[in-house]
């Protein structure tokens, strides 16, 4: 029988107080908050985590999965992927340090020279005497792996079917807006990397993220490109999506906007198209990935925190493989009117923490977010993110 279309699925929401809808002052930059956030929302071996995607392994060979250093990915000539504890067995010391693919047959521990096959079983060390029994302990621990689409989640909870129902939804409303080719982007070309450094707590990055009322008055161009007033959200248990059509003023507020714009029809016209009316869905998946489906452009957004006051926003930008072909420095002129909203995204994160703490200095009673729930409930996916956490974390 063919699979069952999952149903709609549309959060359940706190009712009360403000203070109810929103986390606590004590839910941010807290160190006890940060390790039970590693060990509930960000273990390999619970999940589901996004680890990476397949348009970033090139080839066979193995590196440090973008969005988690503690991952070692692996892949094999057949284009068989998995997910590795990145931690040598004999002394526990990092296998490898940067994500940069490493072309070998073999993983290799540089401190002693310890050898695993791509599988995490151990090969051997130099000078070293080991049993079968003890090479097979002394194996790299294996973490879950899911594919969907070229994504890879890892961890059990990848597996669970609530899970890949929830892939099943984003799947469903992207048919429903015409767009089901816009997931796969495995042949997009990678044309430029970025890892940003922030001060504050990943959780902010996310609300701002699931927060679309703040984009007519702060993101001129982003708004005069996107039409917020066509915004139609898709839940799960642990994503939401963002689906907006091109705005009429064509990027009107913002000269790169415009260009992109601009260039969009002449891509299309040259590849004998209509030019798509969806200019963007937004998607995060739970905690911490963001998958950005503009017309021309795909953004990959992984959220890595390094403690409960400090995280990396590392992105990857792909565009399609004939664009700058057809459009001589289009894709430059997107990365352009991209990088325009991303600085002002930042001062919208920087803003954030300084105000936390500011209020808790304070000691001031009030909700650390009220969002705005009427018409199109433009901060809906933020109290998403809001609940999910709550529950995840148990509180």
């Not at 063919?2 to 002052?25: D, I, N």
């Not at 890892?195 to 927060?211: I, L």
């Not at 601009?262 to 040259?270: P, Q």
């Not at 105000?355 to 009030?366: K, S, T």
Request: with cysteine; hydrophobic share 40%.
């Amino acid at each position: 029988m063919p699979p069952t279309t999952p149903q709609p699925f549309r959060p359940t929401l706190p009712v009360g107080r403000p203070q109810e809808r929103s986390l606590g002052f004590d839910a941010y930059g807290d160190a006890a908050v940060y390790a039970e956030e590693r060990a509930r929302l960000f273990h390999p071996a619970v999940g589901p985590l996004f680890v990476g995607h397949r348009a970033l392994l090139d080839g066979p060979g193995h590196a440090a999965a973008e969005a988690d250093d503690r991952v070692l990915l692996t892949c094999d000539e057949d284009g068989t992927v998995r997910a590795l504890a990145n931690v040598c067995t004999h002394a526990m010391r990092p296998l490898v340090a940067a994500r940069e693919r490493v072309r070998q047959s073999c993983v290799t521990c540089p401190y002693h020279l310890w050898s695993f096959r791509r599988d995490g079983s151990l090969i051997g060390g130099p000078a070293i005497a080991l049993d079968e029994a003890q090479r097979d302990r002394l194996a790299l621990t294996a973490f879950p792996l899911q594919q969907w689409r070229g994504s890879l989640f890892c961890g059990e909870g990848a597996a669970d079917p609530a899970f890949r129902a929830d892939l099943g939804r984003v799947e469903a409303a992207f048919e429903a807006l015409g767009r089901a080719d816009w997931l796969d982007f495995g042949d997009w070309c990678l044309v430029h990397t970025e890892d940003e450094a922030y001060d504050g707590d990943w959780k902010s990055f996310m609300e701002v993220y699931g927060d679309c009322y703040h984009v007519p008055p702060f993101h001129a161009g982003l708004a005069s490109f996107a039409d917020c007033d066509t915004l139609d959200w898709t839940f799960g248990e642990t994503f939401h999506l963002q689906a907006l059509r091109l705005n009429a003023e064509r990027g009107g507020r913002s000269t790169a906007y415009a260009a992109w714009c601009d260039g969009l029809d002449r891509y299309h016209e040259l590849r004998g198209e209509t030019v798509p009316e969806l200019a963007v869905v937004w998607a995060a998946f739970y905690p911490n990935v963001m998958i950005e489906y503009y017309n021309g452009l795909r953004v990959i957004s992984v959220l890595v925190p390094s403690g409960p006051d400090r995280y990396v926003n590392r992105v990857r930008y792909f565009v399609p493989p004939d664009m700058e072909r057809l459009v001589p420095g289009l894709p430059a002129t997107v990365l352009a009117a991209y990088g325009e909203t991303a600085v002002q995204d930042r001062a919208l994160n920087e803003s954030r923490h300084a105000g936390l703490a500011m209020a808790a200095e304070l000691g001031l009673d009030a909700a650390t977010y009220l969002p705005n729930l009427s018409g199109p409930q433009p901060e809906l996916g933020t109290v998403h993110f809001h609940t999910w956490w709550r529950h995840r974390m148990g509180r």
